[in-house]
């Protein structure tokens, strides 16, 4: 009983080495301004160790973002399961299986074009929804050998995989996570290395004769910042002769007709059967309207009778006031 208490504590394990981690201790990260880590879990197995690193996000498409990182390296089957990532070449046909089963019910169409970011060659497949989302599911795998293991020591690999959906994105955006991602783990031993030998510096760097202009992916790259914009010069306007002739002529004055002199006088008795002319007065205003009657026919008169003397007891009327006196008719003195 004595042996017993002094012996040390049993560690409880689980059937799973799966753990929840920091975001901090993620395997990859994202570029700047990309999509933000939620959340991180962890697996220990026989031969690698996993991290799915869930990304936020917005579509409609059941399930999770997330980029999954396996590093195979040295490992020690005692502090993980005994469970092992399989190895080996992947055919097309595998590819758009596992692309379905990571975005089930989206049709996925694997990219013909040959791509490659910093970290080498990758293939991806992408999809579309009813609803507009547009998805990506992206392979990548890191080795410089065919298998993790040479005949002596662990050359180690790294297997990555990214599912990402987006709403309103475009395949450029969603590649472009592709390309901006950081690994940021790797395994302490100096025999591990998936990435190969270091690449030789460019032939000519260094060296006279080789001259080497500060050009990139945009073209010239410049130092000094660049000029502002003038403002544009307007040209000296050329002004045909037509249009000095229009423009010095003296505008149309127009003027107001002359009111038409109104009849000034009594109403004078026209001829049998015709309307009389009804006389305007001379103070009307010049401005009003003018009522115009129509024009009176002259009709030849004939000459009225001689009167002769009247008969005794017969009274004759006098002729009408204005009218001028008959020089026929006898006078009165």
């Not at 599911?137 to 790294?158: D, H, M, P, V």
């Amino acid at each position: 009983m004595g042996l017993a208490g002094c012996a040390s504590p049993v560690p409880i394990e689980t059937t799973s080495g799966l753990q929840t981690v920091s975001n901090e201790t993620a395997f990859a990260m994202p570029d700047p301004g990309g999509p933000t880590i939620t959340s991180v879990t962890q697996e220990q197995l026989a031969n690698t160790v996993e991290q799915r690193i869930y990304l936020e996000t917005d579509a409609a498409v059941p399930g999770q973002n997330y980029i999954l990182v396996q590093l195979f390296g040295p490992r020690d089957a005692r502090f993980g399961s005994q469970n092992g990532v399989a190895e080996g070449f992947r055919t097309d046909l595998k590819w758009r299986s596992e692309a379905r089963s990571a975005i089930p019910g989206v049709k996925m169409n694997l990219s013909p074009f040959y791509v490659q970011n910093r970290y080498g060659p990758f293939g991806y497949a992408m999809g579309r929804t009813r609803g507009g989302d547009l998805c990506m599911y992206a392979w990548q795998t890191l080795s410089s050998t065919n298998s993790t293991r040479t005949l002596f020591r662990e050359k180690g690999a790294i297997r990555i995989r990214m599912r990402v959906c987006r709403a309103g994105s475009s395949e450029a955006n969603l590649l472009g996570l592709m390309y901006n991602f950081t690994l940021n783990a790797f395994y302490r031993d100096r025999h591990w290395n998936p990435y190969g030998a270091t690449l030789p510096p460019a032939v000519g760097l260094g060296r006279p004769g080789s001259a080497i202009y500060p050009t990139g992916e945009t073209g010239f790259n410049n130092v000094a910042p660049a000029a502002p914009a003038r403002p544009r010069s307007s040209a000296p306007r050329r002004v045909s002769r037509a249009a000095v002739r229009t423009e010095t002529t003296a505008p149309a004055v127009m003027v107001e007709p002359q009111p038409i002199p109104q009849p000034i006088g009594p109403l004078v008795p026209p001829p049998p059967g015709q309307q009389p002319v009804r006389a305007v007065p001379a103070q009307q205003s010049p401005r009003q309207s003018l009522e115009f009657v129509q024009p009176v026919r002259q009709v030849p008169l004939a000459p009225a009778p001689a009167l002769t003397a009247p008969a005794s007891g017969t009274v004759v009327p006098p002729p009408p006031a204005g009218s001028p006196p008959d020089p026929s008719a006898p006078s009165r003195n």
